[in-house]
């Protein structure tokens, strides 16, 4: 199990994700407070079951493993809202992802970049097309975005 250590960040400008394959989501949560969140996600066609713990403001412990359709499904019965997104791979050194969420969060895409450490994360600079920091902030981590009204999240987009 390998910490999770991320910074995200608004999207100003997209960058040119032409050849770029997404990886489409379908989250779920089945438990989310107090630092720590269990969810369900339906990746193309893999399931995977999670679970993780903050740690700080930028690191997360992270435990997950695949399960069947069948457990997915059944585990979904008695979850929330849920969250459809596409992930596109940007770089690998450092990792950074773009996600373009859809439904109820339309108009909502992020960087977000992944470190092997806490001093680089801290030593990061945003590259030109990324916008101002969300790292913190509720609308940065899906728990916390479905419990957002839909005049909270619109004021997160335009602030």
């Not at 902030?137 to 999240?153: H, K, N, T, V």
Request: hydrophobic share 35%.
């Amino acid at each position: 199990m390998k910490n999770e250590i991320e910074r995200k960040f608004f999207v100003k400008e997209m960058t040119d994700l032409s050849g770029a394959q997404p990886l489409h989501y379908e989250r779920y949560f089945l438990d989310r407070g107090n630092g720590k969140e269990v969810r369900i996600s339906k990746i193309n066609d893999s399931y995977i079951y999670e679970e993780k713990s903050e740690l700080s403001e930028l690191e997360r412990t992270r435990d997950k493993k695949e399960i069947t359709k069948e457990e997915f499904y059944k585990l979904k019965e008695n979850a929330s809202e849920g969250l459809i997104r596409d992930r596109y791979s940007f770089s690998s050194n450092p990792d950074i992802v773009i996600q373009v969420y859809h439904g109820r969060f339309e108009g909502l895409v992020c960087a977000e970049v992944e470190f092997d450490s806490a001093e680089a994360a801290n030593a990061f600079s945003p590259l030109s097309w990324m916008g101002r920091e969300m790292t913190g902030l509720p609308i940065a981590r899906d728990a916390r975005l479905i419990e957002l009204s839909s005049e909270e999240f619109k004021k997160y987009l335009v602030a």
